[in-house]
């Protein structure tokens, strides 16, 4: 009986001392890699892997993504190619709520599972879903917009892309506010997309300015890319500065620039450092046979030139992102 326990024992402390050293390599694959919130995610993302490290896991980040975030079909190529090279998980923020359905749900199939942030996806495959509440981001835009228009007068909304479901969420609960809320203030133009670029954006802010601008007196726009080509679009125009109120999504080194030098009256922030780090973090927990939450909401804020400095929004409008991507 001794020996039989004894054998149980060692067989235990080997199975232990295997899962210690296996080392799970772990694909974070962003919608793009040029605008600052995918560096923060990919901060979060290093920090999760070193604070892994730290306490004996072995984990290997490979952070790859389309250099556009309007390259559906090079995003679905990554994802397709990580799992022929047999990665142990998947850290996706789709491109496409539709597009990525298919090559996500191939990879779960083949023992690849994925844990998808920022970005919604039409599909029950992934392990949990790590997000903003994007449609409340909306609300908060459309509630802070409506405020700083006294309840009346006009105002554009421009969107990002078709199949973002981030941003289609936000657009839809900035209607839905203003809409319910504030029936005074009409709606100019709610169709115009932005495109995945702040050129795209700025070329489309300029037609909506050259048409609109005589009578616009607010703006949302609903992402990094699209409110940065609106700001220089505004300024162009001689309506900085408040002559147009000026609500965007995000937070940047620009879009900071311009919420301090007065031309946007507030951002509606998300969190993507968090986002980076809880999917890497929740990612692990699966590979470890952990159960995790379906859906974790990162949280949602709204920044003013009064509340730029304060603690709590230290790390998500100055994300350290030197500390991480060295």
């Known amino acids: ?120 996806l039409e599909s029950k495959a992934p392990s949990s879903y790590i997000a903003t509440d994007n449609r409340e981001g909306g609300r908060i835009a459309a509630r802070e917009l409506g405020k700083l228009l006294g309840g009346k007068g006009n105002a554009i909304m421009l969107r990002l892309q078709v199949g973002s479901a981030s941003t289609e969420a936000r657009e839809e609960g900035f209607l839905e506010v203003m809409k319910k809320n504030f029936p005074s203030i009409k709606l100019l133009s709610t169709d115009q997309h932005a495109g995945a670029t702040r050129d795209t954006a700025k070329a489309v802010s300029e037609n909506l300015l050259n048409r609109f601008g005589k009578q616009v007196n607010g703006i949302f726009c609903v992402n990094e890319s699209s409110a940065a080509g609106m700001l220089l679009a505004l300024r162009d125009a001689g309506l900085a500065k408040g002559k147009v109120k000026f609500v965007g999504f995000d937070s940047g080194e620009t879009l900071n620039a311009g919420l301090m030098a007065g031309d946007i009256q507030g951002l509606v922030v998300q969190n993507p450092m968090r986002m980076g780090y809880l999917g890497v973090k929740t990612m692990v927990a699966v590979l470890q046979g952990k159960k995790v939450e379906p859906v974790i909401d990162t949280g949602v804020g709204f920044v003013t030139k009064a509340n730029i400095d304060s603690p709590e929004m230290a790390e998500i409008v100055h994300p350290p992102l030197d500390k991480y991507l060295k």
Request: no cysteine; charged share 25%.
């Open 1 to 120: 009986m001794k020996k039989l326990l004894r054998l149980f024992a060692l067989v235990a402390v080997a199975a232990s001392l295997a899962s210690a050293a296996e080392t799970y390599k772990i694909a974070v694959i962003p919608k793009g890699t040029t605008h600052e919130f995918w560096k923060s995610i990919h901060a979060g993302a290093k920090k999760a892997e070193l604070e892994l490290k730290a306490e004996g896991v072995n984990v290997q980040i490979i952070w790859k993504g389309p250099l556009k975030e309007d390259d559906r079909e090079q995003q679905i190529q990554v994802v397709e190619n990580f799992v022929g090279q047999r990665v142990s998980g998947i850290v996706l923020a789709p491109l496409d709520k539709r597009g990525l359905v298919a090559p996500v749900e191939s990879a779960v199939r083949g023992k690849v599972p994925v844990v998808v942030i920022d970005s919604g």
